[in-house]
């Protein structure tokens, strides 16, 4: 949602602002396009320049606000094709009466400078921005107007690092150690916003993700989801960050769980609040999925001590509630299960009908509801069904 509003105000505020220099009609799709062009343009320009020039990129307003009044450009940046402004304004005017139509539209020093700021927020410079926020980071807690300050600087990282060039950019510019550092806070707010930030940058980004664990966020962020006092909202962002730092690196995969991280996810897979218990099976999964030697050990103890262990505690969930467990939590224990059943002897498979007789019945039942309520044979969680299934019921006994 971040990302559409962001995307979509600087267009529509642009339509908005130019509309009383207009002078022609143009099409609309057109219009929209180069407006967008425009827009992606010089975000572009702030964007790159945060990699290589500390100072950031020369503000494109001096040029917007000279060629609307008709005279020459005021710096060195980058000329702005006259086509696009064109067609913008030749947009607006078919919005407009017609008596108020003029080429020569004069404004106020006041409404110039209003004009003037709006297209600063819409044509932002991420290095200035970044650098504000690194600063207001480093706040002490004394009050609450700096922690109130510290807790906005959070959001505006989180909702720039999303790109991976931004991530880098803010670690470029000195800023990632402190947003790190933020995880050690006595306040909540805080805690969860830097979780949050973190998560964000190191979604899918190796790089970064090794940059996040050499200052220290694979234990800080352990440590806070680890730690049953914690408030539940900031636990849950902690697993979430958590999962996007770990993903795809069994080091960090097997740091955290062998230093609490699977007990943990085992007591919120039985009794975490619902939005917590999502995400921990969820996570559970995914490491199943992953990592050859959970999987195995696993496997070793069920048959070591039956009943106990990973393995039981999945199945329950799918045979305790039935069709009434939560479909998210119910998906990602098919996905957990799933994992588990595909050894290539075959064994796990048969030990879980052996030792579950009535999972095949819970997971016909749940694959029939999906169905009757419209979801598709190709769906992923209707697909994981039906592998499950087959795995189970097609296992020799011996």
Not at 52 to 77: D, V
Not at 240 to 252: D, E, F, M, Q, R
Request: a neutral charge; aromatic letters at 6%; glycine letters at 6%.
């Amino acid at each position: 949602a971040r990302k559409m509003l962001r995307s979509a105000r600087p267009i529509a505020m642009a339509v908005y602002l130019v509309a009383p220099f207009l002078s022609e009609s143009a099409d609309l799709s057109t219009t929209l396009r180069e407006v967008s062009g425009f827009v992606q343009l010089h975000r572009a320009r702030s964007n790159a320049n945060i990699l290589s020039h500390p100072s950031g990129p020369t503000s494109p307003m001096a040029a917007l606000r000279c060629r609307l009044r008709g005279g020459k450009e005021e710096s060195q940046t980058p000329s702005i094709q006259l086509p696009v402004l064109r067609n913008l304004l030749d947009f607006s005017t078919s919005l407009t009466n017609s008596s108020s139509r003029g080429p020569n539209v004069t404004y106020s020093e006041e409404r110039m400078a209003w004009l003037k700021e709006a297209m600063k927020e819409m044509l932002e410079n991420t290095t200035d921005v970044f650098k504000t926020a690194v600063q207001q980071l480093s706040l002490d807690e004394t009050s609450e107007g700096n922690v109130a300050t510290k807790e906005k600087a959070l959001e505006v990282i989180a909702e720039r690092v999303d790109h991976m060039d931004l991530a880098l950019g803010l670690n470029n510019l000195g800023g990632f150690q402190p947003l790190v550092e933020c995880l050690r806070s006595d306040h909540s707010g805080v805690r969860w916003r830097a979780a949050d930030a973190i998560a964000v940058s190191v979604q899918n980004y190796q790089n970064m993700q090794q940059i996040a664990v050499e200052y220290g966020a694979l234990n800080l962020l352990t440590k806070m989801y680890t730690n049953r006092t914690e408030e539940s909202s900031t636990r849950y962002k902690a697993l979430h960050a958590l999962s996007a730092l770990i993903k795809g690196n069994s080091t960090s995969e097997l740091w955290f769980l062998f230093n609490d991280g699977l007990g943990m996810l085992r007591v919120d897979i039985q009794i975490g609040e619902i939005r917590i218990k999502r995400k921990a099976t969820f996570v559970m999964s995914q490491l199943l999925k992953s990592n050859e030697m959970l999987r195995q050990a696993v496997m070793l103890v069920e048959r070591g001590d039956k009943g106990k262990g990973v393995l039981p505690e999945l199945v329950n969930l799918l045979l305790v509630g039935g069709n009434a467990t939560d479909p998210q939590v119910f998906e990602f224990a098919t996905s957990a299960l799933l994992a588990l059943s595909q050894g290539q002897d075959k064994t796990q498979a048969k030990m879980m009908r052996e030792e579950f007789p009535g999972l095949v019945k819970v997971l016909k039942e749940r694959q029939e509801t999906l169905l009757r309520d419209g979801a598709g044979q190709k769906d992923d969680d209707v697909q994981e069904l039906a592998q499950l299934i087959e795995t189970l019921t097609t296992t020799p006994a011996e």
